[in-house]
């Protein structure tokens, strides 16, 4: 760290060198108007970034040795969500056939992402999404409300052992995926890029915090697509109605939190996250009790119906996390007030 004392010139005006390597790193000239961003913490960021044009950023791959569909496939999702506006997908030779079935399977999978050039050795995939027109708050609600009606429905196809909501279980999952992808882009963009923090009015800090609530939500959706997959072991057998009736009632608790915490979360609310947390006790004696109402089931039932109660309760505790969360943020957030600084 370099150490530069504040001079007084002007009768009014406080000055402050800057180095010369970051000066010619920049080039900046004599004259070149500098952004100035007082940051949350007391810091000042200068930057050259002083116009509200995105910040385009691209991404080459090189086809060569990349041979697994789904190696390409995790790396145009990895650039994505690092945050990259334009994929470049390059070969020296013809393009193999899994090149543009993974392409249109990302395409598909991700928002704002469309091919706007290929031929036979390059693809390049744009992003026609304004970050700013996705706010955070909205995601957030929809992967909720998408989360919740998959866990009820998987229940209900455990409790009526009924097929048919499996499949469109599943396509809502990859819903979930979308939208959680899409908080993971903004969140790396917002961290690198000022300008979207502010146009976005989300500090960097609360982004973070989003993304953690959109991961858990993400988590309890899988579980609803595990808890529909594992159901159909059951299709076809005799299951003691009495279980299921109990793991209808436990997902009904675990649906209560995470309500509860998403309540809580918008709210800002300290207190009702923590009778969040403390509501999960309720939970975990229901499964202890169904977990051992199952041993009386056939092995393979058996198995089959620890696997749905785990989830039902992994379902639940994930949503404490969501509270857990809260307060930890918020705790941090009136340690900021009370010094007298913006949260962040």
């Not at 279980?169 to 690198?192: G, P, Y």
């Not at 229901?286 to 379902?315: K, M, P, Y």
Request: glycine share 4%.
């Amino acid at each position: 760290m370099e150490i530069r004392r504040v001079q007084f010139t002007g009768g009014s005006s406080y000055v402050v060198t800057l180095p010369k390597a970051w000066i010619d790193a920049q080039k900046i000239k004599k004259n070149d108007p500098l952004g100035i961003e007082i940051e949350p913490d007391g810091t000042l960021l200068v930057t050259t970034a002083i116009t509200q044009e995105s910040v385009q950023r691209i991404k080459e791959f090189d086809l060569a040795g990349i041979s697994e569909p789904t190696y390409l496939f995790r790396l145009l999702i990895g650039a994505y969500i690092t945050g990259f506006t334009t994929i470049v997908i390059r070969s020296k030779e013809r393009f193999p056939p899994f090149v543009r079935t993974v392409v249109r399977e990302f395409t598909q999978m991700t928002i704002g992402q469309e091919v706007i050039e290929e031929n036979d050795m390059m693809i390049t995939i744009k992003d026609l999404l304004n970050p700013a027109e996705m706010p955070f708050e909205n995601t957030i609600k929809r992967m909720f409300v998408i989360v919740k009606a998959m866990h009820e429905d998987a229940v209900a196809v455990v409790k009526n052992l009924n097929p048919k909501l499996r499949e469109d279980i599943a396509a809502r999952d990859n819903d979930v995926d979308r939208l959680h992808w899409l908080i993971a882009r903004q969140t790396n963009m917002i961290l690198t890029n000022v300008t979207l923090s502010k146009k976005m009015a989300i500090s960097p800090g609360r982004a973070v915090h989003y993304y953690v609530i959109s991961r858990i939500i993400e988590r309890i959706g899988d579980h609803a697509e595990r808890i529909s997959d594992t159901a159909q072991a059951l299709f076809d057998k005799e299951v003691n109605p009495t279980i299921l009736i109990r793991i209808a009632k436990a997902s009904e608790i675990s649906m209560g939190i995470f309500n509860q915490s998403i309540v809580s979360f918008f709210n800002n609310d300290m207190k009702k996250s923590h009778q969040n947390i403390e509501s999960l006790r309720v939970l975990e004696t229901l499964c202890e009790e169904i977990s051992n109402l199952v041993l009386q089931q056939e092995t393979s039932d058996a198995i089959a119906l620890g696997h749905i109660t785990e989830s039902v309760r992994r379902a639940g505790e994930y949503s404490a996390d969501i509270s857990e969360n809260v307060i930890n943020y918020l705790v941090e957030e009136e340690q900021f007030q009370k010094r007298g600084k913006p949260a962040r």
